[in-house]
């Protein structure tokens, strides 16, 4: 039987959580095999406008971008002078970088949404790393890519049999707002659910 006072049991809110993006550049796109792109950069963008609307705090994390190229425009443009931490280790693994952990640690929410590419590799370590941390961590699967279907399939399933918990963008978003009597809701409606193709019932 379930612990009632499990945090897992706790939905997400614009109160309890924070969204950490990794690496969402040209040179990581480029490589991307293992779904459609632009439902991929659609989806980190609509978790990351939902955010801003909800007042949710946002990390930006991006490796090498003398090389891989600036964080995409479509997220950064939504956080205008919000700095997008280039990792001052050449690491997969976000959190190992003092900057982005610091910036994730400042926010004091335990539970952490986390996407990124690519799936197998710079999104999992750092949600492994947060694990390890006994953050709560929950993955946005269907934002992240990898170079073959078959890496992004494990490397989902590495990360849920670590704990991590699955979830997608329209579920993050309606999770959020918890209910269409929230003040933001059309907003919502406006910016993320008609903009980025979510079709879901409200009264």
């Not at 007042?55 to 891989?68: C, E, F, K, W, Y």
């Not at 986390?114 to 934002?143: N, P, Q, R």
Request: charged share 20%; aromatic share 10%.
């Amino acid at each position: 039987m379930p612990n009632p006072k499990d945090g897992k049991l706790e939905l997400l809110t614009d109160k309890n959580s924070v969204l950490v993006l990794v690496d969402y550049q040209p040179a990581m796109f480029a490589g991307v095999a293992s779904g459609d792109k632009t439902i991929i950069r659609n989806a980190a963008t609509c978790a990351a406008k939902a955010a801003s609307i909800l007042g949710v705090p946002v990390v930006l994390s991006a490796i090498g971008p003398q090389r891989n190229g600036e964080f995409m425009a479509d997220v950064t443009k939504i956080f205008p002078g919000q700095e997008v931490f280039a990792r001052a280790v050449p690491s997969f693994d976000a959190f190992e970088d003092e900057k982005t952990w610091n910036a994730f640690k400042k926010t004091g929410r335990k539970k952490v949404v986390i996407s990124g590419l690519w799936t197998s590799m710079c999104f999992a370590y750092t949600a492994l790393h947060a694990l390890k941390e006994g953050y709560e961590v929950y993955g946005l699967v269907d934002a992240a890519g990898d170079s073959t279907p078959d890496a992004h399939k494990y490397g989902i399933e590495r990360m849920l049999q670590a704990g991590v918990i699955p979830i997608t963008t329209e579920s993050l978003v309606s999770e959020w707002m918890h209910d269409w009597g929230n003040p933001k809701s059309m907003d919502l409606i406006k910016d993320v659910y008609s903009k980025y193709g979510y079709m879901i019932g409200f009264q």
